[in-house]
């Protein structure tokens, strides 16, 4: 069965700094697609970056990009130059792609802080 | 623009009744999807529909249902029977090829 594993309840950083926030998976599928998501105070969940097995390079979108390490199963957000704006809760999620159906499977979440 | 919209943002139920919340989406995605959210935990899958007239439980189906007659709209009720249904419910889509899911801002679901 897939799992998502966020060993990180909360995570401090000043402003301008950069963070890590830990993913790790478990699939039997080979072929699957791991996503990030912020969710602000106000509920509703963002699109941050995605990355595929199959992905050569590790996915970058603007400040965020994914250190994808496929052996160790890890999927780690790194989000350079940390904005006040980015306080939020952060999910990392794994869809398997040969199921026949998206079902995403989501982590229990980061909850970033990021201090003046 | 194109989206998901979800009705009503606060809604609140009695005990022994049925409400229902609404999720809208203008994007012609095939696939929606119903989530649940307690405190401090990640979204737990409550119904899924890949197809107009078809729809299939997720890993928390009881005390839910949906409907999906139309490729716009996948509303969600929450029965009697749902014990603890306070919660964040958040609906989303995706189109069939390998896209990330689009969310809508969600209801926040309480008891009276």
């Known amino acids: 069965a897939q799992k998502i594993t966020q060993t990180q309840p909360g995570m401090f950083v000043q402003e301008k700094e950069a963070v890590t926030l830990d993913c790790t998976y478990d699939?039997?599928?080979?072929?699957?697609?791991l996503f990030w998501y912020k969710q602000p105070s106000s509920g509703e969940m963002i699109f941050l970056i995605y990355q595929g097995s199959y992905d050569q390079q590790n996915a970058t979108e603007g400040r965020y990009s994914l250190n994808f390490q496929k052996a160790r199963k890890s999927a780690n957000l790194v989000i350079s130059a940390s904005q006040l704006g980015d306080s939020a809760m952060y999910f990392c999620a794994m869809r398997e792609l040969n199921t026949g159906f998206q079902k995403l499977v989501f982590g229990t979440g980061t909850r970033l802080l990021v201090s003046p | 623009d194109g989206g998901i919209t979800q009705s009503p943002k606060y809604l609140f139920r009695k005990e022994g009744q049925n409400v229902t919340l609404s999720c809208e989406q203008n994007l012609n995605h095939d696939a929606m999807y119903w989530y649940r959210q307690d405190p401090g935990q990640g979204l737990r899958l409550i119904y899924y529909?890949?197809?107009?007239?078809?729809?299939q439980k997720g890993d928390i189906a009881e005390g839910y249902s949906v409907s999906r007659e139309k490729k716009e709209s996948f509303p969600l009720t929450v029965t009697s029977a749902q014990k603890n249904p306070t919660a964040f419910y958040l609906c989303?889509?995706?189109?069939?090829?390998?896209?990330?899911?689009?969310f809508g801002d969600g209801t926040r679901l309480s008891i009276l």
């Open positions: 699939t039997s599928d080979p072929s699957y697609g």
């Open positions: 989303a889509s995706t189109s069939k090829t390998n896209q990330p899911q689009h």
């Open positions: 529909s890949q197809i107009v007239n078809d729809f």
